[in-house]
């Protein structure tokens, strides 16, 4: 494989419009409820999604795992693999999503205890996470096939089926919250409807790149070969603990900003779906990086893991540039976008300086996230992350607990993005020992 700029322009257009619309669904749930007569509305979808992002983010080590395992398998032309590291986690996605649907009132119940929610809001809560449960099983086989697209170099497929799964959850979710005025309840089940309808198509999707791979020989026994378990599970091990921190570090966001007042909490809300709606966008490039680099290790070509890493952060570092600067020109209009309620204006006003500089200070961390999960290296990844949260929770709790606001708050999640990737760039040299010369 030849990689150069053209290559991962290639791999990345696709993957920035794919990407772009998963926050979209975060932004309209967020706008429909921010146009509700008080902050309750939004502060309620605060917590729900913070409590889905635990499980999607938790096991989104299905994807991660699945998308290095793949490239690399691809690079070495074993096609018999490629197909069993999909199957694989898919057993996994099914086994675990039922699970979690048929324990639904223990989350609810450990959520409440955990995230300790204004007790205003735990009616509206509760209908939004019992509702949005019912598609968590399709949710988690979703990003197995992600993961596995991913992986085969196949962009325009993921871009297909995130445009598809989000711009389906946008539709329904404004057609029942607005139209058929259902609330936070037609939120909750316009998600379900995306996560279904993008499984259907996800199947389609791979049915069509099935006939196209090179089989010898397709022994399903070998589907329950240990030891493709146990590579998995080695991966996901590291990236589940890496990725829960992750999640721990939103959620103490929201916890925090919860403490302070209901409105924070809703605004905290407004600036992780701004975060977000940057982070997926810089997060085409850490994909490219992903499956260019697990290719390049995969048919043992050092030269091209070089040439991925610069070219994929040259497009990173740009496009951070340009989303800061967009950020910084349409400051109202954003705003206004989101809320109408006078107070999370004022709020979100006062921290849109930290806003507009979060995406280049995000991007290396992101753009080494994708560059490590192709070289399969999980447990570099989760020091890392151990190392910054654990920073980002001391200066919390015994610095700055005292003079607890939500620019103090926001200040240290940035602080947290930025050791992110400083760790990370001290482990990068792994990366090229993989392959001996």
């Given at each position: ?7 991962v322009?290639?791999?990345?257009w ?6 772009f ?5 975060g ?17 309620a ?11 999607y983010?938790?096991?989104?080590f299905?994807?991660?795992?699945t ?13 018999e693999?490629?197909?069993?590291s999909?199957?694989?986690p898919?057993?996994i ?6 699970i ?25 809560y ?22 596995w697209f ?13 445009v598809?799964?989000?711009l ?6 404004l057609y ?11 939120v909750?089940l316009g ?6 309808s993008g499984?259907?198509?996800s ?5 069509y790149?099935?006939?196209t ?10 589907i329950?070969?240990l030891n ?10 590291n ?5 829960m ?8 966001l929201?916890?925090?900003s ?7 909490l ?13 982070s997926?966008?810089l997060d085409?490039?850490a ?5 260019t ?20 952060t ?6 951070s540039?340009?989303?800061g ?11 206004n976008?989101f ?18 500089i ?13 560059i ?5 290296l999980?447990?570099?990844m ?9 920073i ?16 103090n ?10 050791l ?16 001996k010369?």
């Amino acid at each position: 494989m030849f990689i150069n700029r053209k290559k991962v322009w290639s791999l990345s257009w696709p993957l920035i419009i794919a990407n772009f619309t998963i926050p979209l669904v975060g932004l309209t749930d967020t706008i429909i409820m921010g146009h509700m007569p008080d902050s309750l509305y939004l502060a309620a979808i605060a917590i729900g999604g913070i409590v889905f992002n635990f499980m999607y983010a938790g096991l989104n080590f299905l994807r991660m795992g699945t998308t290095g395992i793949v490239a690399q398998k691809f690079g070495e032309n074993n096609f018999e693999e490629v197909f069993f590291s999909l199957l694989r986690p898919t057993l996994i996605a099914v086994s675990v999503g039922f699970i979690l649907y048929l324990n639904r009132n223990y989350i609810y119940d450990l959520s409440v205890y955990f995230l300790t929610p204004d007790q205003q809001l735990l009616a509206l809560y509760k209908e939004y996470l019992f509702i949005r449960m019912i598609g968590l099983p399709a949710g988690l086989l979703n990003i197995v096939f992600l993961g596995w697209f991913f992986g085969m170099q196949k962009t325009k497929s993921v871009m297909l089926q995130l445009v598809i799964i989000n711009l389906m959850n946008v539709i329904a979710s404004l057609y029942l919250a607005v139209y058929l005025e259902y609330g936070i309840f037609g939120v909750a089940l316009g998600s379900v409807l995306a996560q279904i309808s993008g499984l259907l198509l996800s199947i389609i999707i791979f049915l069509y790149h099935f006939k196209t791979l090179n089989f010898s020989s397709f022994d399903l026994k070998k589907i329950i070969n240990l030891n493709g378990f146990l590579n998995l599970f080695s991966i996901s091990k590291n990236l589940f603990v890496r990725t829960m921190l992750l999640v721990s570090v939103q959620a103490y966001l929201i916890k925090k900003s919860g403490l302070i007042g209901v409105d924070q909490l809703a605004t905290m809300e407004i600036l992780i779906v701004i975060f977000g709606l940057s982070s997926y966008t810089l997060d085409a490039f850490a994909h490219a990086a992903e499956s260019t680099v697990g290719v390049s290790i995969g048919s043992k070509n050092k030269k091209n893991i070089y040439k991925s890493i610069k070219n994929t952060t040259e497009f990173a570092l740009t496009f951070s540039v340009l989303i800061g600067i967009v950020l910084y020109i349409t400051d109202y209009y954003i705003i206004n976008l989101f809320t109408d309620i006078p107070v999370l204006q004022d709020l979100t006003i006062d921290l849109w300086s930290l806003v507009i500089i979060t995406p280049f200070i995000s991007m290396l961390a992101f753009q080494l996230d994708g560059i490590f999960i192709g070289a399969t290296l999980a447990k570099e990844m989760r020091n890392s992350m151990i190392l910054s949260s654990l920073i980002f929770y001391v200066i919390i709790e015994f610095i700055i607990q005292d003079t607890l606001n939500l620019k103090n708050l926001y200040s240290c999640f940035l602080l947290f993005l930025i050791l992110r990737g400083v760790f990370l760039t001290f482990y990068l040299p792994r990366v090229f020992k993989l392959i001996k010369n």
